[in-house]
């Protein structure tokens, strides 16, 4: 038997390293990598069924072409002439237009290895084009960060284990982030607190010593509130307020004129005497723990709540030298010249650079193109038509495009209305490398069996469409396609990366993850000072919008939050069958209070519905939710976005999806006869 060393690219938190056991070419086994200090050889329910989704038989085999779109009329067709029609199809649109303008591209993070930023390279190759920016996530909470710490990066989040105190604002992760349970198991086993605040009684909030159920959106305003109470308790840091922030005297003048905290009780739903108790439990330690969720920033006060709860944990003393922290994501990234995403390809004579579409408006952004308009779209890493808000735009997008290639692993929804599939590899039948957005682990993934039929890595993609273009149209693409993954790896550790990871080459991966040296990321940097909270000046809400606003309110009365479940990530593994049991239907949680004022009982069929169409759901009715909040979690043969439709439009630049601010309504379901 042999033995492979893996880290799993899912977007996920924790990039867990794992190991894969081979006999005669097959995966018999996955276990977790005892070397990989933040999953510690331990796996999720996801990783262990690994062995059913590499081998699942709802896997795509073989690149096929269907026609016409969304037929179902699927066919085989060889790699020889997918690439054919792709080459030709791009060759066209470029001597139909004198650019590649018209051909674009739509990837995120299906699959997070640095090797996967071979599409990105890809496009780039062949000059200006047109691609997403941005980020659906987490981008909005990651400005917010920026603003006030200078970056984006926060201690090992095994040190959580260390703190007295944990706070977790809109994370679940219990059910998001399993490994980090047992850093927060270990330090209450030593006394600490756990409190966690968010509108819905989760699976982590069942095992907090607080739980504060607050209003959803309102998170900023509980974190001034106890701001104003910490100030007026003379409790602040007042070390680190007067020499190490930018605007403490116009932050306090704010909190003191337009704080109220009565109004802050009535708006988030949260009693003064818990407000209280929290200020109390948070201002006896430095050694607190904030965790802000992104969940917190799905809203349209997403930036403005995490640089409140940031600025809480800051005033607090909780990010003086050896004390707490404020985690939220840890780009580790930043240490690599991720050299495919930026790939510089050959100079266009006219067009400088290439067209960019907020990723979060990414259909009606492509659609409202022109000369050129957008004809040509590669789809890779995700599945839009399940996964996006605004799927009516996108099904719209779709019939106006001329070719359209998604390479995927699984027929999603995205694929049934391409032109052409492509098959793409699992991470045990490619080279990879791996870093986290939480922990600071760097992982090697290693190449442990042969490709699944005629499956292939985006690299591999890559390198055989950009040789083919070159043969019909000479240097097209300056795509450095003799390269070897093993060769772009090695490119990506620099002289730094080495010094900042302890490694002398790729051969110590081999033996096992490395982590980042801890003394080199300090979350506050010494020569900086932090940016406490300060309100964004926006635009007034005119009448007619917020008459809008209430009809809407009257006709759609539920807000809709839609979070992840624990053996999905979005619609990834929903054809592995030890975490699905077939025909599994989408399940709508509500309040007693809904459930009485539609008549639904439990188990009732039902429709949640609101202007932009409606899903049939099986009920169930919880107690512990509040009165005016349903919740539907992603993914399914029914996406619950079809039913989010929240333009992001920021005047600031790019900012997440509001996910969190639809609305609907709920009622019983009823057949045709009803």
Known sequence: MEIYRHACPRNCFSTCGMLSYIEDGRLIKVSGDAKHGYSQGRLCAKGYAYTQYVYNPYRLKHPIKQNPRGSGNWKRISWDEAYNTIADKILELNARYGSNLAVGYNKFSGNIGLLHYAVE??????????????????????????KCFGRTISLRPEKMAE?????????????????????????????AKLVVIDPIFTQTAAKADI????????DGMLALGMAKLLIGLEKYDQEFTHDKTTNWEEFCQYVHEEVDVEAVCHKTGVSIDVINELVHLCADTKLCATWIGYGVQRNKNGGQNIRAISTFAAIAGHLQEGCGCVYYSHNGIDDFPINLLNLQGPEHKTIKQSREIDINNFPEGARNLADPPLKFLWIASRNPLSQDQDLHEWELLMKELELIVTVDLFMTKTAQLSDIVLPAATHFEEVDLNVSYWHHWLSINEKSIPSYFE????????????????EKSPGFSNFPYDRHPIDW?????????????SIEGIEDLFEGPCCRNEEEYPQFSRSKKFRLFSPEITESCPVSEREQNQRAEEKYPYQLLTPQSLLKIHSQYEAVPWLNHGGEQVVVEVSEYAAEKSDISEGDKVEVYNQYGEITAIAKISRFLPRKIVVVNQAGDTPINRLINQTVQSSKGLSSANFYDSSVNIRKWCDENG
Not at 139 to 144: D, P, S, Y
Not at 174 to 187: D, L, P, S, Y
Not at 457 to 464: G, M, P, T, V, Y
């Open 121 to 146: 390279g890809m496009f780039n190759s062949i000059g200006p084009h047109t691609k997403p920016v941005g980020n659906p996530c987490l981008i909005t909470g990651e400005q917010a960060m920026k």
């Open 163 to 191: 703190m007295n105190v944990i706070v977790i604002w809109g994370a679940n992760p219990a059910v998001t982030n399993v490994h980090q349970m047992k850093f927060i198991f270990q330090a209450r086993e030593k006394g």
């Open 211 to 218: 739980f504060i159920q607050i209003n959803p959106g309102t």
């Open 455 to 470: 499956a292939k890595s985006d690299l591999q993609i890559a390198r055989e469409l950009m040789q083919r273009l070159n």
């Open 489 to 501: 790896i090695k490119l990506e550790l620099t002289p730094t990366v080495k010094e900042s990871y």
